[in-house]
């Protein structure tokens, strides 16, 4: 069973992701997680404040059941397929994050410092959560899309304006682990 | 009985970002420190994926499983948005580390500090809702 509680390799992973965008083309439908944000605002009652969340949502129920799903996936990935040799990152980036101040994997997926239930006792990490939801629900929203919607659906569609979204994501990215994490940490 | 197929696509998408970690702070991180292949290979090969596929598809005309054409609609042209809303995008997936999918797959997972991510992507989106007339395309 290592094969299935081990790092699962990267050309494996890729491949499913990749089918799972296709299966969703052949039920009709286009890969992007990030629409679901606009229909949870939609039934918390955002409708009442902005034109743009007057849309027929229960079209979408299809995505919110793929949102359930990843969810039930998380779990069970979590609870009866992990292993205490996954996250097996780079000795350098552990090195790095030891100067930040930031925890070493040891078999878990998020850092302890930022993730771990301690937080919700700091504001200073509360902030820092929020502010990243932030940026990802406005920016995804602006861009019309997120990893899913451009990166993975719309560069295998060739689309150009995928191709603009993914390098500002990857700009973001890097402007964000270069210069402002270490201003943070 | 309908939603069943799309409840199981997102299952094993759920897994197959938990078991890749692509889901995990460390690998966003090390992918934008340059220090992995990983999370690129994983990325290079979901598109590679797709692509050989899109292309079967149109070719060979495939239906869709309610035997309609598969259609996928070309992204809206624009250039500033995609650029600045990339950009806004990528600051804050390399902040906390999760995009849209890994946010609720973190939570299914039991991450409860992720809901926090939630919420602020769900603030984001609302802000994004109030002033789309007035941003630049």
Not at chain 1, 25 to 52: E, H, Q, W
Not at chain 1, 78 to 101: C, F, R
Not at chain 2, 41 to 47: E, K, T
Request: charged share 10%; glycine share 12%; hydrophobic share 50%.
């Amino acid at each position: 069973m290592d094969v299935l509680t081990q790092t699962w390799p990267w050309y494996v992973s890729g491949f499913l992701i990749g089918i799972v965008m296709l299966l969703l083309n052949y039920f009709g439908k286009v890969f992007g997680m990030s629409s679901n944000l606009r229909t949870l605002c939609t039934i918390a009652g955002a409708d009442k404040f902005a034109d743009f969340f007057k849309f027929a949502w229960k079209a979408q129920r299809w995505n919110l059941a793929v949102l359930v799903g990843a969810m039930l996936g998380g779990f069970v990935a979590v609870h009866y397929m992990s292993n205490p040799s996954n996250v097996d990152i780079n000795p350098k980036t552990i090195e790095q994050l030891a100067t930040l101040g930031i925890d070493a994997p040891n078999g878990k997926l998020a850092p302890q410092v930022l993730f771990g239930n301690q937080i919700f006792e700091s504001p200073k990490m509360i902030l820092i959560l929020l502010i990243g939801g932030i940026l990802i629900g406005f920016g995804s929203r602006y861009a019309g899309g997120c990893t899913s919607g451009h990166a993975i659906s719309g560069l295998s569609n060739l689309q150009i304006p995928s191709l603009k979204a993914v390098i500002g994501f990857f700009v973001g990215g890097l402007i964000m682990a270069h210069f402002l994490l270490p201003l943070i940490f | 009985m309908h939603y069943i197929k799309y409840l199981l696509v997102g299952f094993l998408f759920g897994i197959v970002l938990t078991k890749s970690e692509a889901v995990s702070w460390y690998r966003i991180y090390e992918m934008f420190q340059f220090q992995s292949f990983h999370m690129y290979g994983i990325i290079s090969v979901a598109i590679a994926t797709g692509l050989i596929g899109l292309q079967i598809i149109k070719r060979n005309h495939i239906k869709a499983i309610d035997g309609n054409p598969i259609v996928i609609a070309d992204k809206e042209k624009g250039s500033f948005r995609y650029w600045v809303g990339g950009l806004i995008f990528g600051l804050g997936w390399a902040l906390v580390g999760a995009c849209p999918g890994p946010i609720f797959i973190l939570i299914g997972a039991g991450f409860w500090s992720v809901i926090l991510i939630l919420i602020g992507a769900m603030i984001g989106t609302f802000i994004y809702g109030l002033f789309k007339d007035k941003l630049p395309n």
